[in-house]
C-alpha cells in the first residue's frame, strides 16, 4: 500500500514499468519513464536547495512535464502547489508570495508575465523554464534540471502526516485560500474514489479539469493507483471532449455541470458508449434535464453523481443504481469518510431536516496556509465528540445545507452564502437553475439574489441564449411562472452571449452577482 504521493508513482512503476501512465497530444509515457524523469527531477530540485516542506510552484498546462514535476517534488520531500494555468500573472504572483514559494516551474512567456508582476520583492530562488534554451543565473532549463542521476526518495523524507500539496480555492470573497493537503488526504481519496468506481489497470482516464483543482488532480491519482492510464486535455470546446473520448477510447469522464451541460447536446459517437464505462460529476449540482440528456446519448454508461470540497476532497457519491430512485440525491458518504448534518448548536438534526453538512475523516485538510483565522471558521471541533477523548477531533464545517432521509442519502439546499431570502422565504439558487433548464430555452443559467426595496431580496437570473435559437424572454418568464410558485419566479432575466467562469471551469457567481445587484434600484 502506497503511503506518501509519490508512491502511486513508484508503486505502479514497479509492478509494471512498461504500461502506460501518460498520454498528450498522441504521445505516450510509461511508468517507468516517469517514474525515472521524476527522478530526475527530485535529483535536480534537491540540488538547487528544495528541502523537505520547501514549497514548489508549477504554472504550466497539462503536459508530462507538469505531472513529472508533482512527483518529482514529493520525492525530494518538498511540497507541490499547482497554480491554474488559466489565472493572470498577478494572481500567481499572489499565490507565490502568499505560501512563501521558493522555486517556480514554468515556461519563459509566462515567466516574463510573472517576473513583470512580482518586481524586486520575489520569494523565489530559482525559475526552472521548461522550454529555456539554456541555464542562466537563477533560471534554469528543464534539461539542465533533470541531467542528475534520478534519485528515489533518500530516508523517507516525509511520512504520511506531512503536507504534500497546497491548492488554492477560488473562493466566494477576498483573495484565495490555499489548502494544505497532506500525504494521506491525497492518498485517502484515491483509494477511495477508485474504490467506488471500480477502477482497473485497463482504465483511461480523461483529465479535463485543472490540476489545481482537486477534482482534476484526482484524475491522475486515481488513475496511479491502480497503475492505469491517464490522458491529458486542456479543455477548450466541448466537442473537442466528444472527439477524444472516441480516439482514445477513454473509460471514465469527470466534469463539471457547466462542461456537462456543453456536452449533453452533442452528438456521441456510437462508438464511445461502448468503452466508457463511466462518467462522474462534481463541484456543483446537475440539471436533471441535462442528466437525462447524456443517459439517452450513453445509455451503457454509468454516471456518478458526487459532492466534495476542496478542504475535504470529495464527500458522497450516489450509486447509478439509485439514481432513478433518487435522482436528486448526492448520495452517501464515500467510503473512509463519515457525514453528519446538524444544526447551528451541533445538535444532530432529524431526518429531512435541513442542517449544515459536516464531514469528518482521513480526508479533512490540514487547514488554510496562514491563514489561522479562515482555518478556525471552516475546522472546527467535530460535535458530539465523547467527553473522555481529550484531543479534540477537527472536522470540516462545509456552509452548504443538506437535508439526509431516513436511509441515510444526502439532498443539497444550498450554500448559506448564496441562499436567496426573498418574501420571507429562503429559495435555493440552483432549484430556480433546475426549472431554467428544464425549460430548453437557455444554454447556460445562474440564479442569485439582489436586493429589493420591499421584497428584501428578489431573484436574479442571468442565461445565454441557447444554441440555435434567440432569445426569448417572453416564453421563459411563462414557464417559470408554470413551473415555479410566485415567490421563486425571477424578477429580473438578464440574456448574455456566454456567462463568466471562474479558473476552475464553475460559474463564477460572485461577478454576476456584483455586476447585477442594483437591477432592482435598492440601495446598498
Not at 36 to 41: A, D, H, I, M, Q
Not at 386 to 395: H, M, S, V
Request: a negative charge; hydrophobic letters at 40%; glycine letters at 10%.
Amino acid at each position: 500500500m502506497p503511503t506518501l504521493f509519490h508512491d502511486l508513482l513508484l508503486e505502479s512503476a514497479a509492478r509494471d514499468g512498461d504500461c502506460v501512465a501518460i498520454r498528450h497530444r498522441g504521445n505516450s509515457t510509461t511508468y517507468g519513464s516517469l517514474a525515472e524523469l521524476s527522478g530526475r527531477v527530485a535529483a535536480g530540485l534537491r540540488g538547487l536547495g528544495v528541502g523537505r516542506l520547501d514549497r514548489v510552484a508549477i504554472y504550466l498546462p497539462k503536459q508530462i512535464e507538469t505531472v513529472a514535476s508533482f512527483f518529482g517534488i514529493s520525492l525530494a520531500g518538498g511540497v507541490f502547489v499547482p497554480a491554474n494555468p488559466l489565472l493572470k500573472a498577478e494572481q500567481v504572483v499572489y499565490i507565490l508570495r502568499n505560501c512563501d514559494v521558493r522555486v517556480l516551474i514554468t515556461s519563459r512567456d509566462r515567466w516574463g508575465e510573472v517576473q513583470t508582476a512580482l518586481g524586486s520583492e520575489s520569494p523565489l530562488t530559482h525559475v526552472v523554464l521548461v522550454d529555456a534554451p539554456a541555464s542562466t543565473g537563477t533560471v534554469v532549463s528543464w534539461p539542465d534540471l533533470v541531467d542528475a542521476a534520478p534519485v528515489a526518495a533518500v530516508g523517507r523524507p516525509a511520512i504520511d502526516i506531512d503536507m504534500a500539496a497546497i491548492l488554492y480555492t477560488s473562493g466566494s470573497t477576498g483573495k484565495p485560500k490555499g489548502v494544505v493537503l497532506s500525504h494521506r488526504n491525497l492518498l485517502t481519496g484515491a483509494e477511495s474514489v477508485a474504490a467506488y468506481l471500480e477502477n482497473r489497470p485497463d482504465d483511461r482516464l480523461l483529465a479535463v479539469l485543472p490540476f489545481s483543482f482537486d477534482y482534476g488532480l484526482s484524475q491522475v491519482t486515481t488513475a496511479f493507483r491502480v497503475g492505469a492510464r491517464a490522458v491529458l486535455m486542456d479543455y477548450l470546446f466541448a466537442r473537442d471532449v466528444v472527439k477524444t473520448c472516441e480516439t482514445e477510447q477513454i473509460t471514465g469522464l469527470a466534469a463539471v455541470p457547466p462542461i456537462w451541460i456543453q456536452i449533453a447536446d452533442l452528438k456521441w459517437p456510437t462508438e464511445v458508449t461502448e468503452h466508457l464505462r463511466y462518467i462522474t460529476n462534481s463541484g456543483g449540482r446537475m440539471p436533471r434535464a441535462t442528466l437525462e440528456k447524456l443517459r439517452a446519448a450513453l445509455p451503457k454508461t454509468r454516471p456518478f453523481l458526487m459532492y466534495g470540497l476542496t478542504e475535504a476532497f470529495r464527500g458522497t457519491y450516489l450509486p447509478p443504481a439509485e439514481l432513478d430512485r433518487r435522482p436528486d440525491s448526492m448520495g452517501r458518504a464515500i467510503p473512509n469518510a463519515e457525514i453528519l448534518v446538524v444544526r447551528p448548536d451541533g445538535t444532530p438534526c432529524a431526518p429531512d431536516e435541513p442542517g449544515e453538512l459536516v464531514q469528518r475523516g482521513s480526508l479533512v485538510a490540514l487547514g488554510y496556509w496562514g491563514d489561522p483565522e479562515k482555518t478556525a471558521e471552516r475546522f472546527r471541533p467535530l460535535p458530539g465528540q465523547r467527553k473522555e477523548l481529550p484531543i479534540t477531533e477537527l472536522a470540516v464545517w462545509s456552509g452548504d445545507t443538506v437535508r439526509m432521509d431516513s436511509e441515510g442519502f444526502l439532498y443539497f439546499v444550498g450554500r448559506r452564502d448564496e441562499m436567496i431570502k426573498t418574501s420571507g422565504y429562503r429559495v435555493s439558487p440552483t432549484e430556480v437553475e433546475e426549472v431554467v433548464y428544464a425549460s430548453g430555452l437557455v444554454g447556460d443559467a445562474v440564479a442569485f439574489g439582489a436586493p429589493h426595496p420591499v421584497l428584501g431580496e428578489a431573484i436574479v437570473l442571468v442565461v445565454s441564449v441557447p444554441d440555435g435559437g434567440p432569445a426569448d424572454a417572453e416564453r421563459l418568464f411563462a414557464y417559470c411562472k408554470a413551473h415555479m410558485p410566485g415567490y421563486m419566479v425571477p424578477g429580473h432575466v438578464e440574456w448574455l452571449d456566454t456567462l463568466p467562469r471562474n479558473p476552475n471551469g464553475k460559474f463564477d457567481r460572485p461577478l454576476l452577482a456584483g455586476r447585477f445587484k442594483m437591477v432592482f434600484g435598492a440601495a446598498e
